[in-house]
């Protein structure tokens, strides 16, 4: 942020208005969270405070930025793609932000993406398509690969179940005796999950598909670009 202050502004620039304190946000590609900027990197003059009175002025001749304007509650509620929405200012300096519904949706979307909440979409039905759907393009990518990993990880599960019961209902049938006594003798004796073995048994596949989910159940990670300011 200091970098892009000193790039941004002179020296004389900074030191201006200093009964002032200025506001900004700063803006760049890793920073971003819902609305994309692409790769602009600058700092937005958002107004000035006077230290002394806390009168809200606007120095926008020095720093930029664009000054208020007028708007009808009804242009207020028109809604634009790529936007957080407006703030709106009071003849008293009070600032009030209202954000566009899509924006606050994605926020919610974004902010809340890790591979828990995938794993939590996918374990309860959900598809790669309806996860994918609302996240911007850069999350989409990290998105798929962790829900494809899982998907792999969760039929391994189940492929491996079903290969060891196909295999004791092979030396069961082999031995002449398919009771469930005997199953559950082999299948306690194999190094794997009887439980898993049980539910193929009794055909309970909604019980497999839980337990295959619970089995591949990551631990929390988030998206990053790896970018910094």
């Known amino acids: 942020g200091s970098k892009m202050l000193r790039d941004q502004y002179t020296a004389r620039d900074i030191a201006a208005f200093g009964e002032c304190t200025h506001l900004f946000e700063i803006i760049y590609p890793a920073n971003r969270i819902v609305v994309d900027y692409g790769g602009l990197r600058k700092l937005a003059y958002l107004g000035s405070i006077n230290k002394a009175t806390g009168a809200d002025e606007w120095h926008g001749e020095v720093f930029g930025g664009e000054a208020a304007v007028q708007m009808t ?19 008293n300096g009070q600032r009030v932000k209202i954000k566009h ?8 979307i974004v902010t809340g993406l890790s591979t828990t909440s995938i794993w939590e979409h996918l374990s309860s039905g959900g598809s790669i398509k309806d996860l994918l759907d609302p996240l911007p393009d850069e999350w989409m990518k990290w998105a798929e690969k962790e829900a494809i990993e899982m998907i792999e ?8 179940a079903t290969t ?15 009771s469930r006594k005997e199953f559950a003798l082999l299948a306690k004796a ?11 048994l009794d055909g309970n596949m909604d019980r497999l598909n839980e337990a295959a989910w619970k089995a591949v159940k990551p631990e929390r990670k988030t998206p990053t670009t790896g970018e910094e300011c």
């Open 190 to 200: 194999e190094s794997y999950n009887p439980s898993l073995l049980f539910m193929l």
């Open 73 to 91: 509650l009804d242009e207020l509620m028109v809604p634009r793609k790529n936007a957080e929405g407006y703030v709106l200012r009071y003849e």
């Open 164 to 178: 060891h019961y196909s295999d004791i209902v092979r030396m069961l049938e082999a031995a002449g005796d398919t």
């Open 153 to 160: 990880s969760h039929n391994d599960v189940l492929m491996e």
């Open 101 to 108: 519904e899509e924006y606050v949706n994605l926020h919610r």
